[in-house]
């Protein structure tokens, strides 16, 4: 009687003996670690190694790398450019506008940021640096400096459709005879003083009465004067906060209402 009620018992350790056996072996592989180019912008450490694949582009001596896309600006849109009738005055980061240098003016982009800017209709490439703001035209997103049009081919059409991407400046660095390339710190291109304009006006005081307009409904508003050709233009621009991102908000809630609102930075 007892080996027929253990015989049963027996064989269902055994099953489990042999089915244990027989189960395949789980490896738990650590995984790897990520992409240098995952790493968000404000925790880069001070330098960080540049992939072998991106090319460089040359300025004035020094060496500029197209910063990863993970975390760097790339955008495509209408190009112009500007020349003698701004040649000589004074540019948004102090600056004297020379239209023969390699300058341009962008909207949101920290000033000294450098630029890949590459005619989408002909092929052509320059590099130019961000030191103005503008164009102050919805969908336009560079004013090149006329040395720059003419690089890229776009000086007698006046307007161009490009890409521009952001460069990041490189360093070499030497270990015994080993020489590397390193990236220096950049802003982030997400973070600054960002405003949507809204209009602009010949009249002051129809600046002055949509500005008043915006701050009854609660909004930071101001004035920003702007001369051109002996005339002088009042723009009216609503603050757009800290990020480019919450400035895109602002922008999307009143281009309904005003269909040309566009975001700038300070």
């Given at each position: 009687m007892l080996k027929k009620h253990l015989s049963p018992i027996i064989l269902l350790i055994s099953?489990?003996?042999l089915l244990s056996n027989?189960?395949?072996?789980?490896?738990?592989?650590?995984?790897?670690?990520?992409?240098?180019?995952?790493?968000?912008?404000?925790?880069?450490?001070?330098?960080?190694?540049?992939?072998?694949?991106?090319?460089?582009?040359?300025?004035?001596?020094?060496?500029?790398?197209?910063i990863p896309s993970a975390y760097g600006y790339t955008e495509a849109g209408i190009a112009s450019w500007y020349g003698k009738k701004f040649h000589g005055r004074k540019t948004s980061n102090g600056e004297t506008y020379d239209m023969y240098a390699a300058t341009a003016a962008h909207k949101t982009l920290p000033m000294n940021t450098h630029l890949l800017v590459e005619n989408l209709e002909n092929g052509t490439k320059t590099v130019v640096r961000v030191n103005d703001r503008g164009p102050f035209v919805r969908k336009r997103i560079i004013d090149l400096s006329y040395t720059a049009a003419q690089e890229v081919g776009m000086h007698i059409k006046g307007t161009a459709r490009v890409r521009i991407t952001a460069l990041g400046e490189a360093v070499s660095s030497s270990?015994?005879?080993?020489?590397?390339?390193?990236?220096?710190?950049?802003?982030?291109?997400?973070?600054?003083?960002?405003?949507?304009?809204?209009?602009?006006?010949?009249?002051?005081?129809?600046?002055?009465?949509?500005?008043?307009?915006?701050?009854?409904?609660?909004?930071?508003t101001v004035l920003q004067e702007f001369s051109r050709d002996s005339t002088t233009y009042y723009r009216v621009q609503v603050r757009g906060g800290r990020t480019l991102v919450d400035a895109r908000k602002v922008e999307e809630s009143l281009e309904e209402r005003y269909p040309g609102a566009f975001v700038i930075a300070r």
């Open positions: 099953a489990l003996f027989c189960s395949p072996t789980v490896v738990r592989v650590p995984p790897a670690d990520p992409p240098i180019i995952s790493t968000p912008a404000k925790q880069l450490p001070d330098r960080v190694k540049i992939p072998p694949t991106q090319r460089p582009y040359k300025i004035q001596g020094k060496t500029y790398y197209p270990r015994g005879n080993k020489t590397e390339e390193h990236f220096l710190p950049y802003d982030d291109f997400n973070l600054g003083e960002f405003y949507v304009q809204i209009g602009s006006f010949t009249e002051k005081a129809n600046a002055v009465r949509l500005k008043e307009a915006m701050l009854a409904l609660g909004r930071k």
